[in-house]
């Protein structure tokens, strides 16, 4: 199981984290991310005062899904990809994204469908924040 708690990813997270607002005021801020089984932003977006029940976390290995929904105490997890939870969240009515992290592993390419299905729930009238990052771009791992 890899362990994302390491420098290059705690650097993209910690600047994430910076360009979002210092604290989101409207209680109903919606955001979409993928948490991972450690769930590493969790305790970030709660200090910007998002409520876990208007997070929506995606993670896409069944064999993770337990350990994501331990760490990820309350949040709307979709078990599937990121365009199965932008499907998830027109059949929910949910309102439109401020935020979308997409922290993918992997190449763009095989990617680019997942990225541009958010623009279907992204962003919000208020506007948004998006962050797209590939573990195959930062690291030579």
Same mark, same amino acid.
Request: proline fraction near 4%; charge should be neutral; glycine fraction near 4%.
């Given at each position: 199981?890899?362990?994302?708690?390491?420098?290059?990813? /705690?650097?993209?997270?910690?600047?994430?984290?910076?360009?979002?607002?210092?604290?989101?005021?409207?209680?109903?801020?919606?955001?979409?991310?993928?948490?991972?089984?450690? /769930?590493?932003?969790?305790?970030?977006?709660? +200090?910007?005062?998002?409520?876990?029940?208007?997070?929506?976390?995606?993670?896409?290995?069944?064999?993770?899904?337990?350990?994501?929904? +331990?760490?990820?105490?309350?949040?709307?997890?979709?078990?599937? /990809?990121?365009?199965?939870?932008?499907?998830?969240?027109?059949?929910? /009515?949910?309102?439109?994204?401020?935020?979308?992290?997409?922290?993918?592993?992997?190449?763009?390419?095989?990617?680019?469908?997942?990225?541009?299905?958010?623009?279907?729930?992204?962003?919000?009238?208020?506007?948004?924040?998006?962050?797209?990052?590939?573990?195959?771009?930062?690291?030579?791992?």
């Amino acid at each position: 199981m890899r362990d994302y708690d390491y420098p290059a990813k /705690n650097t993209v997270r910690e600047a994430w984290m910076r360009f979002l607002p210092e604290f989101f005021t409207d209680s109903r801020t919606t955001g979409l991310y993928l948490p991972g089984h450690q /769930n590493l932003e969790f305790s970030y977006y709660k +200090q910007k005062r998002i409520q876990a029940q208007n997070l929506i976390g995606v993670e896409n290995d069944s064999d993770q899904q337990v350990l994501v929904k +331990q760490y990820s105490p309350n949040i709307r997890l979709v078990c599937g /990809n990121v365009s199965e939870a932008v499907q998830e969240i027109e059949r929910a /009515n949910i309102s439109r994204l401020r935020f979308a992290n997409l922290d993918f592993e992997g190449l763009y390419s095989r990617l680019i469908r997942e990225i541009l299905s958010v623009f279907r729930v992204f962003p919000s009238e208020k506007g948004g924040y998006l962050c797209v990052t590939s573990f195959s771009s930062r690291d030579d791992e």
